[in-house]
């Protein structure tokens, strides 16, 4: 035991660090968009770079919050965000336990094939989906941003496969005691659900608040812009201002941050739980 505990633990340093090494790699834009934020304005582009600030300030900060529609943008953002989550928590779970607890002609089939819509890149549908929402007067509104992404394969394959790890006899009993479809639903399946929802409301809400493309596409009036798309427009009207553009990248990304050291265990678990036996 001891001989094979000395074999092994040159192999245990060896990965620890190169994890270690891939981690301050990952790490190190993050690290240096910071920087860049809480320099002097003048020193964002000096070189050699300033690893850690002197006198670090919150002036690019001020200036950019103080930018017109900023205040609009994460609004916008932060709206659309929420109001997609919420639905497509809902819409998600629903379709889940059909799949995952219900017998009807073809679920296989519709499942299979839902799910093999993911393989479609986004950018085959932009034409069909603009014309659509466009016909319907939806372009520039809220209902343009929200309703393409209110149902999505990724949901209803990840609740499908958590609600069918919970036990069938719990809804059986459910309904010999008097449930309906709806209070199953609600009162025996939802409950029983929550870390799977959890785990969706995290995913959804980081794609919608990052989403560009589509918000770019469907807007385009400044009231209605979301937060990427206001920086993206921003980084073309003051190109050379890089302190300024680094605080409105760091600005976006600490809901991300926050969010990701809050529910840490939920991440973990998204990963997994898609491998659980259906």
């Known amino acids: 035991m001891l001989l094979e505990d000395k074999r092994t633990r040159p192999r245990h340093y060896i990965a620890v660090l190169f994890l270690l090494a891939a981690a301050l790699s990952a790490i190190n834009p993050l690290y240096w968009m910071i920087m860049t934020a809480v320099q002097q304005p003048t020193l ?10 002197s006198n670090p300030t919150w002036i690019n900060f001020q200036r950019f919050l103080a930018r017109p529609g900023v205040m609009r943008w994460t609004t916008n953002s932060l709206f ?10 809902f819409t998600s779970a629903m379709a889940g336990y059909a799949f995952a607890k219900k017998t009807f002609p073809g679920s296989n089939v519709i499942f299979y094939l839902y799910i093999a819509s993911m393989m479609v890149p986004v950018q085959v549908t932009l034409v069909p989906l603009f014309l659509i929402m466009t016909s319907l007067g939806f372009q520039d509104t809220y209902a343009g ?44 399946i939802l409950p029983l659900a929550k870390p799977g929802l959890a785990v969706l409301g995290i995913f959804t809400f980081m794609g ?36 300024l553009l680094m605080a409105g990248a760091t600005y976006a990304a600490i809901p991300m941050i926050v969010i990701f050291f809050m529910f840490q265990r939920y991440f973990l678990r998204g990963i997994t739980v898609g491998a659980l036996k259906g």
Do not use: H
Not at 160 to 183: H, N, R, Y
Not at 219 to 234: D, F, K
């Open 80 to 89: 659309v965000a929420l109001a997609v989550t919420g639905i497509q928590i």
């Open 208 to 243: 919608q608040w990052n989403q560009f493309l589509w918000p770019l596409i469907i807007t385009n009036s400044a009231n209605m812009r979301t937060l990427p798309v206001g920086l993206a427009l921003l980084q073309e009207e003051l190109p050379m201002q890089y302190g």
């Open 44 to 53: 964002a582009v000096t070189f050699p770079p300033e690893w850690f600030p």
């Open 145 to 188: 941003l929200i309703l393409p992404a209110i149902a999505g394969p990724f949901g209803v394959f990840l609740m499908k496969q958590f609600i069918s790890t919970l036990p069938t006899e719990l809804i059986e009993a459910a309904i010999i005691d008097g449930c309906g479809e709806v209070q199953t639903f609600g009162r025996v």
